[in-house]
């Protein structure tokens, strides 16, 4: 192929390189120079154009575009008629999208004038969904060129759709004291959602506490069930394999096959198999209905394409898959860094509740209760970590020995929690910009929730509060910031910081969780007997 300056006189044939317009005549980019054309131009005093001239052996950009898409459509995937060079492939049905990406990287090292651009591989898909282009750059291409992209792609279709199949999905939710009904609602809701796509139905809904026989019962019975997959949602996340979800996994005689994943949101994933089904222990962010690792694993199997230990290890790369708004920015940089924040445990309760057992106190996996929630403060960094004692203080200190915390009693706690709060923020040193406000109750909290809260407030110094959230539901630890600390003063019962939210409206930071520790506390012997499992 020529491409050059060409002399009107011997332009007839050519291509048009640019368009071109002189005293009303038009000759569009592409188009075929004509006698009658070169004519008109000539005339209105077009001395020369710049054009293409193809030359033996060159092929057509729409012709060569049409035969390259032709070896590229796979199964469920039709290509449009050629245009301007390009050749448009769609979905013809919904699935996962499947790409060989070897042979598509193969094919555009071939030459810059041949090109493919295909959404990612392994994405979901519907039906009419444009999922690849082919794109030739020039007008024409060499024929030598066409047939090594042809080897390139190899004799198999790199472009093709594995459509969903008709499943069935047997979800198992475990429950814990203070996990609202209307959470495991809403993430049935949510699940209905994400087969509907996929055809495929609930064919299951069973809950079940979280504990370790109960949830292996109800696996092994679903293994024998008609669903195809198992998917858990655990009131708690699952941080190991020895947890409650695993463990009851291998003791219902399955397997896991990998736990935690490169992807975020959605890195507490399970893969684990039972009698031949896929068993997925869900993420806290899979009841949400934004995209998370859960969608990306469910909607292959829900259209049978494997997912093993080694495809999770490779979803790093764009793992990362949004920013959630509420979500802390990453500071610019020179933005100053903020004082420091400190941390406050509140700890004086009777815990009448929990009848003559302080509940502070009972044991919880191998420590008193309250010590997990005093170390996730001092190991999120806070200082200093303020613990609130009142009801049996001499005890409650006992428990604290040798961590870095500084005591303060309320002698006061019978009045309720107000006190508590007003006695601990008045104990802050006069540097401290913000504060951890916990509950000594919540041994569930982690130190990876208090980092959240603080990420937000330097990334927002302005805010007053910065309060975690489950399905749009409020819960605990809070942070306040100093410029709201005198209003502490003006709490008076049993009302904690709720108040003082409330007031602050939109300066509030809500930061939504998908891990329903934020609003499990211990106030019953039940609610103990549920978390020992």
Partial sequence: MKFGPVAIADAVGCIAAHTIRADGTIVKKGATVTADL?????????????????????????????????????????????????????????????????????????????????????????AGELVATVK??????????????????????????????????????TLLPGLKPSVVDKTLRVMRDRL??????????????????????????????????????????????????PQALVEAGGEVEHLGMPVDPGNLLMLGRIAGK?????????????????????????????????????????????????????RAPGVAESGPLAGIVLAAGQSTRMGAENKLLQP???????????????????????????????????????????LVHNSDYASGLAGSLKAGVAALPPETTAAVISLGDMPNVTPAVIERLVEAQRAQPEALAAVPTLFGQRGNPVLLARAIFPAVSLLSGDRGARRLLDEAGERVIDIAFEDPAIAIDVDTPEALRALRG
């Fill in 278 to 330: 896929p068993v997925i222990g869900a993420p806290g962010c899979a009841r949400s209905p934004k995209e998370n690792s859960f969608d990306w694993v469910l909607q292959r199997y829900l259209a049978g394409v494997p997912v093993g230990r080694s495809d999770v290890q490779k979803m790093g790369v764009g793992g990362l898959l949004m920013e959630i708004v509420s979500r802390p920015q990453p």
């Fill in 38 to 126: 070169a004519a008109k131009l000539k005339a209105a005093g077009v001395a020369e154009i710049v054009a293409v001239r193809l030359e033996p052996g060159d092929i057509d950009e729409n012709a060569a575009a049409a035969r390259l898409a032709e070896r590229m459509v796979g199964e469920a995937i039709v290509a449009e008629a050629p245009f301007t060079g390009r050749v448009n492939m769609f979905a013809t049905r919904a699935g996962v999208l499947r790409i060989d990406v070897a042979a598509i990287d193969a094919f555009n090292a071939v030459d810059e004038a041949i090109t493919v651009a295909t959404l990612p591989a392994l994405k979901a898909v519907v």
């Fill in 364 to 406: 919880l996996r191998g420590k008193p209760i309250l010590r997990h929630a005093v170390e996730a403060q001092v190991e999120a960094g806070l200082s200093p970590v303020i613990v609130v004692t009142g009801h049996q203080r001499a005890e409650v200190e006992a428990v604290l020995a040798e961590l870095p915390v500084q």
């Fill in 136 to 173: 030739i750059i020039p007008y024409a291409v060499p024929q030598a060129l066409m047939e090594q992209a042809l080897a390139a792609l190899g004799n198999t279709p790199p472009v093709s759709v594995a459509a969903y199949r008709r499943s069935s999905v047997a979800v198992i939710s």
């Fill in 196 to 245: 509907e796509p996929a055809d495929a139905v609930l064919a299951a809904d069973k809950r079940v506490p979280h504990e370790t026989v109960p949830l292996a019962a109800a696996i092994a019975e679903q293994a024998v069930g008609k669903a195809d997959i198992i998917v858990v949602f655990g009131a708690s996340a699952i941080t190991d394999r020895r947890d409650v979800i």
